[in-house]
């Protein structure tokens, strides 16, 4: 059974710093892509930063290019998501997924996912 578990989240102010992990199980962590996103009341979930764990390829939506930071640890089946220079508009719930085919950093693309992480940063 995949599972994906977020942690970190938290209350911080703007320019802040906050460290998002996702602890994977359940899956051949190599085979897959995953993927961070978020979701702020009353808007879509969007991707803030994929990528493919075989090559170590990575994206990242614009609004966060330059500040966060997407890793992984193979060896402990983990992802982190090193957040800098918060903004407000970075507050929402942050999702971790995974899928083996994505193409895209979109919601839509991914089948599994974690329980959500909030992240609130206030001004």
């Known amino acids: 059974e995949v599972q994906l578990v977020e942690s970190g989240g938290g209350l911080v102010h703007a320019g802040g710093s906050l460290r998002l992990s996702c602890a994977a199980s359940?899956?051949?962590?190599?085979?897959?892509?995953i993927g961070w996103f978020r979701q702020a009341p009353g808007k879509e979930r969007e991707g803030v930063s994929c990528?493919?764990?075989?090559?170590?390829?990575?994206y990242y939506a614009d609004s966060v290019k330059g500040r966060f930071t997407f890793s992984s640890d193979n060896a402990k089946n983990m992802v982190y998501l090193q957040m800098n220079s918060l903004k407000p508009e970075d507050t929402g719930v942050y999702y971790c997924?995974?899928?083996?085919?994505?193409?895209?950093?979109?919601?839509?693309?991914?089948?599994?996912w974690g329980q959500g992480t909030q992240v609130t940063v206030s001004s």
């Open positions: 359940g899956f051949t962590f190599d085979d897959y892509l």
């Open positions: 997924a995974a899928d083996r085919i994505a193409t895209r950093c979109s919601r839509y693309e991914y089948d599994y």
């Open positions: 990528i493919n764990i075989s090559d170590g390829s990575a």
